[in-house]
């Protein structure tokens, strides 16, 4: 039975309407409220810039440890409320965080100076500011001093997150300063990363791309001995070409530096191989250039025993280089040998229009590599046949001519083509123009029987009746009656390389006295200006030098006479400018010698192993002095780099700055300015603030142009100057104990730029 309306309860009535109420005077308080929050009081401004977080300054980076956690019954939150964060903005003292270059303009007084705060920003600014100016400069002393900066900051903050990117850019750095110790810089991350477990011997190719873009990483497996997990031959491209030796044990990994072969500015390219030469039942390794821009000798290959750890070179015949010229593209294969085992053949193409390749064979012969002399085979495309007469003039002038006779001969059957390289129509003595050439080359090689025959044939028998090389054959065939004529003979003929007829003059002489050969040249038509007597080679034996004068008011050219197996060979070193050469050995101690004619520049006198013929080789060379403070400077830096004592390293420093050779050495070889920095810094390390920043000033005084004043410059702090209404007389600053630096704080060190 349901209620009646009139029996309700009259306090629940009563309860909804003071609830009514309530809700009214909550609104209509919130309301005044938000408008009240909205307006800004007259005369209160309100900032609404953005503010930029400060970072806390600091000098080193310390790790931090996470605590491990105990486990706790999990459990489910209730339902957060959304919580509104107030920042409070708390003022923070501003501070130089990039280092900045002091003013450029160094004052006298060493007392306004002080070491600026060093920490890892500055250090990565130096870093990059000498990047960038080794990247503007492209110089290797920029790149060596940005490498010296790398190990700065390595040794100073090992633990920074940057220290593995700054290995990187240190290997990459001594690449471009020519240092041979990128390889091995490259070597300690490769074995960092596989003992570290970062990668694995077959993910290495992927690893290292991801750290480095600008070299490429291969790999090739091998078979690995005997207690052996792995043995991997890995290769580095880009920038030149290197190769390093990988050994897993079950308890150890080895990667070794095993052939450096940079070059970032020609970027030479190389490939290897693997077979038994030696026939022992084991591969060799072969490693052969396939294209060496900038490089116009024949190439060589290196050939290494895998047997032994690491693996070395096998000991290979000493061959005069082969000057080719022109650059060349090679290859390498096997051939089948007497014994029944292989020879490595390599093959360099030069001239692509008219392809010559140029063959050499290396044979083991149960001691060392023999090599074989150089052939010369050319292999014409029939439809480029014209360019041939390019490659052709090319032997002419470079080549011996029994080099060039191997390119011509071949090419006498098929020529002339139709029309030559510009598309136009050959003389109709062109047949006539070539015979001629090929008749001076046999001459030139003591062939007088064929060179006649060629050249009669184009008195007799021209190709054209009005052909041009008619009397020069004959004039030729005249002058050229016995071997002792050749030299005057070439000097009247076109295209006779002079040269060559003075070698070709003094072997056709039988001599075997390089004194006799001297007086036979004179005789026979070749001008001498003057003659003395040298140990080019130390051998205790003096050799014969002479003075040519080709052709009248040409240039002089200097010539040896050895004596050779074969009698006396006649070779040719340079031209040059006084009527009177004097040379004179580089350096006495040198072994082999390096004899100079110039500044700057010496050869070396060199026997064939396998003809005992002579030729020389050029060398770039600096002032002859002693190079021990030098080494030991740079024996000190690495010490220094790899965490040796430092009071030891500073005693060292101080010892090669008090030698008597220092003065003379820090200027010849150009160490003043690394050697001052290199001071400094270890007194910096010290703690020896003071004597850190008098240094640094050296650097910067003394040799304001060189690399290391930008870093020395870094370093410091120019104290600014506090007003005084009056001159206030100073005491002198205290003497340091500085090599080769006087009290006086004007007096600059020794020695001066």
Same mark, same amino acid.
């Given at each position: 039975?349901?209620?009646?309306?009139?029996?309700?309860?009259?306090?629940?009535?009563?309860?909804?309407?003071?609830?009514?109420?309530?809700?009214?005077?909550?609104?209509?308080?919130?309301?005044?409220?938000?408008?009240?929050?909205?307006?800004?009081?007259?005369?209160? !401004?309100?900032?609404?810039?953005?503010?930029?977080?400060?970072?806390?300054?600091?000098?080193?980076?310390?790790?931090?440890?996470?605590?491990?956690?105990?486990?706790?019954?999990?459990?489910?939150?209730?339902?957060?409320?959304?919580?509104?964060?107030?920042?409070?903005?708390?003022?923070?003292?501003?501070?130089?965080?990039?280092?900045?270059?002091?003013?450029?303009?160094?004052?006298?007084?060493?007392?306004?100076?002080?070491?600026?705060?060093?920490?890892?920003?500055?250090?990565?600014?130096?870093?990059?500011?000498?990047?960038?100016?080794?990247?503007?400069?492209?110089?290797?002393?920029?790149?060596?001093?940005?490498?010296?900066?790398?190990?700065?900051?390595?040794?100073?903050?090992?633990?920074?997150?940057?220290?593995?990117?700054?290995?990187?850019?240190?290997?990459?750095?001594?690449? @471009?300063?020519?240092?041979? %110790?990128?390889?091995?810089?490259?070597?300690?991350?490769?074995?960092?990363?596989?003992?570290?477990?970062?990668?694995?011997?077959?993910?290495?190719?992927?690893?290292?791309?991801?750290?480095?873009?600008?070299?490429?990483?291969?790999?090739?497996?091998?078979?690995?001995?005997?207690?052996?997990?792995?043995?991997?031959?890995?290769?580095?491209?880009?920038?030149?070409?290197?190769?390093?030796?990988?050994?897993?044990?079950?308890?150890?990994?080895?990667?070794?530096?095993?052939?450096?072969?940079?070059?970032?500015?020609?970027?030479?390219?190389?490939?290897?191989?693997?077979?038994?030469?030696?026939?022992?039942?084991?591969?060799?390794?072969?490693?052969?250039?396939?294209?060496?821009?900038?490089?116009? @000798?024949?190439?060589?290959?290196?050939?290494?025993?895998?047997?032994?750890?690491?693996?070395?070179?096998?000991?290979?015949?000493?061959?005069?280089?082969?000057?080719?010229?022109?650059?060349?593209?090679?290859?390498?294969?096997?051939?089948?040998?007497?014994?029944?085992?292989?020879?490595? %053949?390599?093959?360099?193409?030069?001239?692509?229009?008219?392809?010559?390749?140029?063959?050499?064979?290396?044979?083991?012969?149960?001691?060392?590599?023999?090599?074989?002399?150089?052939?010369?085979?050319?292999?014409?495309?029939?439809?480029?046949?014209?360019?041939?007469?390019?490659?052709?003039?090319?032997?002419?002038?470079?080549?011996?001519?029994?080099?060039?006779?191997?390119?011509?001969?071949?090419?006498?059957?098929?020529?002339?083509?139709?029309?030559?390289?510009?598309?136009?129509? #050959?003389?109709?003595?062109?047949?006539?123009?070539?015979?001629?050439?090929?008749?001076?080359?046999?001459?030139?090689?003591?062939?007088?029987?064929?060179?006649?025959?060629?050249?009669?044939?184009?008195?007799?028998? $021209?190709?054209?009746?009005?052909?041009?090389?008619?009397?020069?054959?004959?004039?030729?065939?005249?002058?050229?009656?016995?071997?002792?004529?050749?030299?005057?003979?070439?000097?009247?003929?076109?295209?006779?390389?002079?040269? %060559?007829?003075? @070698?070709?003059?003094?072997?056709?002489?039988?001599?075997?006295?390089?004194?006799?050969?001297?007086? #036979?040249?004179?005789?026979?038509?070749?001008?001498?200006?003057?003659?003395?007597?040298? /140990?080019?080679?130390?051998?205790?034996? /003096?050799?014969?030098?002479?003075?040519?004068?080709?052709?009248? %008011?040409?240039?002089?050219?200097?010539?040896?006479?050895?004596?050779?197996?074969?009698?006396?060979?006649?070779?040719?070193?340079?031209?040059?400018?006084?009527?009177?050469?004097?040379?004179?050995?580089?350096?006495?101690?040198?072994?082999?010698?390096?004899?100079?004619?110039?500044?700057?520049?010496?050869?070396?006198?060199?026997?064939?192993?396998?003809?005992?013929?002579?030729?020389?080789?050029?060398?770039?060379?600096?002032?002859?002095?002693?190079?021990?403070?030098?080494?030991?400077?740079?024996?000190?830096?690495?010490?220094?780099?790899?965490?040796?004592?430092?009071?030891?390293?500073?005693?060292?420093?101080?010892?090669?700055?008090?030698?008597?050779?220092?003065?003379?050495?820090?200027?010849?070889?150009?160490?003043?300015?690394?050697? #001052?920095?290199?001071?400094?810094?270890?007194?910096?390390?010290?703690?020896?603030?003071?004597?850190? !920043?008098?240094?640094?000033?050296?650097?910067?005084?003394?040799?304001?142009?060189?690399?290391?004043?930008?870093?020395?410059?870094?370093?410091?702090?120019?104290?600014?100057?506090?007003?005084?209404?009056?001159?206030?007389?100073?005491?002198?600053?205290? $003497?340091?104990?500085?090599?080769?630096?006087?009290?006086?704080?004007?007096?600059? $060190?020794?020695?001066?730029?």
């Amino acid at each position: 039975m349901s209620e009646s309306p009139s029996h309700r309860n009259p306090a629940l009535t009563i309860m909804l309407a003071i609830l009514g109420v309530a809700i009214i005077a909550f609104l209509v308080a919130l309301i005044r409220y938000i408008n009240l929050s909205s307006t800004t009081p007259a005369g209160l !401004t309100v900032n609404t810039g953005t503010l930029a977080a400060s970072p806390s300054p600091s000098s080193t980076i310390s790790a931090i440890s996470t605590p491990s956690l105990t486990p706790r019954p999990s459990w489910t939150p209730p339902p957060s409320p959304t919580i509104t964060v107030t920042i409070t903005i708390t003022p923070t003292t501003t501070r130089t965080v990039i280092p900045s270059l002091t003013p450029a303009r160094i004052l006298t007084q060493n007392s306004r100076y002080t070491l600026n705060e060093w920490g890892l920003a500055e250090a990565s600014e130096m870093i990059e500011l000498l990047a960038a100016q080794a990247d503007t400069e492209g110089a290797s002393q920029w790149y060596s001093v940005l490498g010296y900066a790398y190990q700065e900051a390595l040794l100073r903050f090992p633990q920074a997150y940057q220290a593995g990117q700054w290995h990187w850019q240190l290997a990459r750095s001594l690449i @471009q300063a020519g240092d041979p %110790q990128a390889l091995a810089v490259y070597a300690q991350l490769i074995h960092e990363a596989l003992v570290s477990g970062q990668a694995r011997p077959e993910d290495l190719p992927a690893w290292f791309q991801r750290q480095e873009t600008e070299l490429t990483l291969s790999t090739q497996s091998l078979p690995a001995k005997t207690g052996e997990l792995e043995r991997m031959l890995i290769q580095l491209s880009g920038m030149g070409n290197a190769f390093l030796w990988l050994i897993e044990t079950p308890s150890d990994i080895q990667v070794l530096p095993l052939l450096d072969n940079f070059d970032p500015v020609n970027d030479p390219r190389a490939a290897f191989m693997l077979a038994d030469l030696t026939g022992d039942g084991s591969s060799e390794l072969i490693i052969y250039p396939t294209h060496m821009p900038g490089q116009t @000798q024949y190439p060589s290959p290196w050939i290494f025993d895998l047997t032994q750890t690491p693996p070395v070179p096998l000991p290979m015949q000493y061959r005069l280089p082969v000057e080719l010229g022109i650059e060349s593209i090679n290859q390498a294969g096997l051939l089948s040998n007497a014994a029944g085992g292989f020879d490595l %053949q390599l093959r360099a193409r030069v001239f692509p229009a008219c392809p010559v390749d140029i063959s050499r064979q290396y044979h083991w012969n149960g001691s060392q590599i023999e090599q074989s002399d150089v052939e010369y085979l050319v292999r014409p495309d029939p439809a480029l046949l014209a360019w041939c007469a390019v490659i052709v003039e090319h032997a002419t002038n470079v080549w011996t001519a029994a080099d060039t006779i191997a390119i011509t001969e071949p090419l006498m059957p098929v020529w002339p083509p139709a029309v030559d390289a510009e598309n136009r129509a #050959y003389p109709d003595d062109e047949l006539d123009a070539w015979r001629y050439r090929l008749g001076i080359q046999y001459a030139l090689t003591g062939r007088a029987a064929e060179a006649t025959q060629i050249l009669q044939a184009i008195v007799d028998t $021209p190709a054209s009746a009005q052909s041009e090389w008619i009397e020069p054959a004959r004039e030729f065939l005249v002058a050229h009656q016995s071997p002792e004529d050749l030299y005057r003979a070439c000097q009247a003929a076109p295209g006779c390389n002079l040269r %060559q007829a003075t @070698q070709e003059l003094v072997h056709s002489s039988g001599l075997t006295d390089p004194s006799l050969a001297l007086e #036979y040249l004179r005789t026979h038509g070749v001008s001498t200006r003057a003659a003395g007597y040298f /140990d080019f080679d130390g051998d205790g034996a /003096d050799e014969r030098w002479v003075s040519i004068l080709p052709v009248p %008011q040409g240039q002089l050219e200097f010539w040896l006479l050895t004596s050779v197996p074969s009698g006396v060979q006649a070779v040719f070193v340079q031209v040059f400018e006084v009527n009177q050469p004097q040379p004179r050995l580089h350096d006495p101690t040198e072994s082999p010698p390096v004899v100079q004619l110039e500044l700057g520049r010496g050869f070396i006198l060199e026997r064939d192993a396998l003809t005992g013929l002579s030729g020389v080789r050029f060398v770039d060379v600096e002032y002859a002095r002693p190079t021990i403070i030098r080494d030991q400077l740079d024996q000190a830096i690495r010490d220094l780099f790899g965490g040796a004592d430092s009071d030891q390293i500073l005693a060292d420093l101080l010892e090669i700055g008090a030698s008597a050779r220092f003065a003379g050495d820090c200027n010849a070889f150009n160490i003043c300015a690394r050697y #001052y920095y290199t001071l400094g810094l270890v007194y910096e390390l010290s703690g020896a603030e003071r004597l850190a !920043t008098d240094t640094y000033l050296i650097v910067w005084r003394v040799y304001p142009t060189s690399p290391y004043a930008l870093m020395a410059r870094l370093k410091l702090y120019l104290i600014p100057a506090t007003p005084t209404p009056t001159l206030t007389p100073t005491n002198p600053p205290t $003497p340091y104990p500085l090599p080769g630096v006087s009290p006086s704080p004007f007096a600059y $060190p020794y020695p001066y730029p």
